[in-house]
């Protein structure tokens, strides 16, 4: 079971992670096909030291589109922010999910 505080903070920082990709690609209303790829930049390091774990921009982008087909296939109506604190909280490892 996921520490409710450490996946409030995660959905915290997917939440501002929204807002700034939203206001970057505010001219095309947020449209951006390689979205992944801006979302794992932006959150590499933020992501890295919340939850103890190098990551690359490669391996967090291919993380991020993992959780996006997951939620759409299997919690189409779960709030995204908390459904991808709690996906990457499973894929950090048992020592982070607790």
């Known amino acids: 079971m996921s520490d409710p505080q450490l996946v409030k903070q995660l959905a ?6 929204g807002h700034a990709h939203h206001q970057a ?21 933020r992501l890295s030291r919340v939850l103890d774990r ?5 391996e ?5 589109q993992a959780a996006d087909r997951n939620k759409r296939e299997l919690a189409p109506t779960t709030d995204w922010r908390t ?4 996906f990457f909280l499973e ?3 048992p020592e982070t999910a607790r």
Do not use: H, I, K
């Open 54 to 58: 190098a990551y690359t921009v490669e």
């Open 60 to 64: 967090l982008s291919a993380l991020l």
């Open 25 to 45: 690609f505010l001219a095309v209303n947020g449209e951006d096909p390689e979205w992944a790829a801006w979302y794992a930049e932006w959150l590499l390091d």
């Open 91 to 93: 894929q950090s490892g």
């Open 83 to 86: 459904y991808y604190a709690q």
């Open 12 to 17: 915290e920082l997917f939440d501002r992670a």
